[in-house]
């Protein structure tokens, strides 16, 4: 994959973030009670998009050390 891929998945799983926690909020206003379906969902896409926020800064400081030497 490209970096221009990477990029658009990361937007994508942070809009999925998004929608699926505006969805938790929602159902738990309208039956009083939280999904623990939508909470897992979410935590999900929330551990991807750390994971490729923290891929990204390890990659661009191993590009700033490479450009050091």
Known sequence: MS???VDQVSILACLTGLVLT????????????????LAML?????????FHFGQGLWFGRALRR???R
Do not use: D, M, N, Y
């Open 3 to 5: 970096r221009a891929q």
């Open 22 to 37: 505006a969805a938790w909020f929602i159902a738990l206003a309208v039956t009083g009670k939280a999904p623990e379906t």
């Open 42 to 50: 979410a935590s999900a896409v929330g551990g991807f998009e750390l």
């Open 66 to 68: 490479s450009r050091r």
